[in-house]
């Protein structure tokens, strides 16, 4: 069982960054594809990044060019680097494992809140 704990969340000015973080205990981690997802209030949830266990990255188009998604095999964590924040990005901010192409493992969610 995978364990995920999620942190860097908080509140920020417009045009701010911040920085989250999610450590993965119990598993493999290199083998898991990781993603971040945001619930906004009153919306669904959304991918906002991801990245295989080859390095390679999906970003949403809302936060492409502005949000990094990286990874360090050898401390089981993935980040969530956010620059040019925007209000509209405020969510509560989740990553994900995937195993065999679904996520299955889901962190407990940091809450981002940027003002204008």
């Known amino acids: 069982q995978v364990q995920l704990v999620t942190s860097g969340g908080g509140l920020v000015q417009a045009g701010g960054s911040l920085r989250l973080s999610c450590a993965a205990s119990?598993?493999?981690?290199?083998?898991?594809?990781m993603g971040w997802f945001r619930r906004a209030p009153g919306k669904e949830r959304d991918v906002v990044a991801a990245?295989?266990?080859?390095?390679?990255?999906y970003y949403s188009d809302s936060v492409k060019g502005r949000f990094t998604i990286s990874r360090d095999n050898a401390k089981n964590t993935v980040f969530l680097q956010m620059n040019s924040l925007k209000p509209e990005d405020t969510a509560v901010y989740v990553c994900?494992?995937?195993?065999?192409?679904?996520?299955?493992?889901w962190g407990q969610g940091t809450q981002v809140t940027v003002s204008s």
């Open positions: 990245i295989d266990r080859s390095g390679s990255t």
């Open positions: 119990g598993g493999t981690f290199g083998s898991y594809s």
């Open positions: 994900a494992a995937s195993e065999s192409g679904s996520y299955r493992f």
